[in-house]
């Protein structure tokens, strides 16, 4: 098949050709959308689940839909890499300040957005300047040094002045934030109490996250209020009409088609990730010579994208882990179990439960393994245990 016409392209956050499976958050968020601009404010969104279900994408839809209904939009991804709560605080401020700048010049606003602009770049020169302060003009016409930021009084008088002004147009701020399980404890904390005092005041601010299964639990430690502040949604694999759908529809759309024992052969090996579906499709079209696709297609295409998720998709996370990590992962992968007892796991490396515990600890750190529930352990990347197994030992 032409190369050029691949409809497909497998990478994180690059949108499929047919986002499926999904109606039900973008439904939802459409109507948090529409409610805003009648000034009835729901919760802010969480999404969460597996790496590969497409919660990226499906974050990136729902920011750029509320752009288009004319909110104010920040997007940011949050990085376990960042050092320290100013770092994580600069991107944010740095993220909101092109939010302010491209929403006053979308809406003929710039002179009343000017003092927020203001105040944002009065904060993010502060942050810039550490510990030491800046002297700057604030937002509200007084000249002053701060050499110390009350980080969240700031940040929450923020959101109350863009607020204020995007009220009246029917409009809202919107913090979209991905991988935010990786965001440092403080700053957290401090989005978290200032949802919570946007929502009892009747502030148009909303704040939409993305992240792995351990999210919500993450957000409950940080304020025991956050169960109640979101609407959570799991983001898994695809129901297999609408994996058939993701795989089936940008393939004839562009003139090719498989056969119904080709499609199974995909959709197995794929078991609904959706990931796996760009990938596998991907493969099936370079391979693929007449229409429909055949089932010695399929199996070409199967070996084929398990050696590109062989090269990229899973040695970008085992690589990032040492030998007592690595010893630890195979230790899970070898129970056979999705979610083993993680005393189990400590058991077939040779080590108590207490002393396996702050390798378990830095792998949930680095978002390998999760807990579904206490003391049981599970990956959190779809086919780790089977990629684990490939390697030597």
């Not at 957005?113 to 510990?131: C, I, K, Y």
């Not at 016409?141 to 923020?158: C, I, K, N, R, V």
């Not at 609904?272 to 991907?282: D, I």
């Not at 005393?343 to 439960?353: C, E, F, L, N, P």
Request: hydrophobic share 40%; glycine share 10%; aromatic share 8%.
């Amino acid at each position: 098949m032409r190369p050029e016409l691949n409809p497909f392209t497998p990478g994180s956050g690059l949108r499929p050709p047919a986002l499926e499976g999904r109606g039900k958050q973008i439904d939802d968020f459409d109507l948090l959308v529409a409610r805003s601009k009648r000034r009835q404010y729901d919760r802010g969104m969480m999404l969460s689940g597996l790496r590969g279900v497409g919660k990226t994408v499906l974050l990136n839809r729902l920011a750029e839909h509320a752009e288009s209904q004319g909110w104010m939009v920040a997007q940011m991804e949050a990085r376990a890499t960042d050092v320290g709560v100013t770092v994580s605080r600069r991107r944010l401020i740095g993220e909101l300040r092109r939010g302010v700048q491209r929403y006053s010049r979308r809406h003929d606003l710039q002179k009343k957005l000017q003092p927020v602009l203001e105040f944002v770049e009065r904060l993010h020169l502060t942050l810039a300047a550490g510990p030491g302060g800046v002297t700057v003009t604030a937002g509200r016409g007084a000249q002053s040094a701060m050499p110390t930021m009350d980080w969240e009084y700031e940040f929450e008088t923020l959101v109350e002045d863009i607020g204020a002004i995007l009220a009246k147009h029917g409009s809202a701020l919107g913090v979209f934030i991905d991988e935010l399980q990786d965001i440092d404890d403080a700053t957290l904390e401090s989005l978290l109490a200032v949802q919570h005092t946007a929502s009892q005041r009747g502030w148009p601010f909303f704040l939409v996250g993305a992240g792995l299964p351990n999210l919500p639990s993450r957000l409950a430690e940080c304020r025991s209020y956050a169960e109640r502040q979101f609407a959570f949604s799991t983001i898994g694999a695809l129901a297999p009409a609408d994996a058939s759908d993701a795989l089936t529809v940008p393939i004839r759309e562009v003139g090719g088609d498989l056969s119904g024992e080709a499609r199974e052969i995909l959709l197995h090996a794929a078991d609904g990730y959706p990931y796996f579906l760009q990938e596998y499709g991907k493969a099936v079209w370079a391979v693929a010579e007449t229409v429909p696709f055949s089932s010695e297609d399929a199996h070409q295409a199967v070996d084929m994208g398990n050696i590109e998720l062989d090269a990229g998709f899973y040695p970008s996370r085992w690589d990032r882990t040492n030998a007592s990590e690595q010893a630890y992962l195979r230790g899970l992968a070898d129970t056979g179990h999705d979610s083993p007892r993680s005393s189990d796991v400590a058991a077939r490396i040779g080590k108590t439960g207490s002393s396996a515990s702050p390798i378990r600890d830095s792998l949930i750190k680095k978002g390998l393994i999760w807990a579904p529930e206490y003391g049981r352990i599970a990956f959190t990347v779809p086919g780790m245990a089977a990629f684990i197994h490939r390697q030597p030992l």
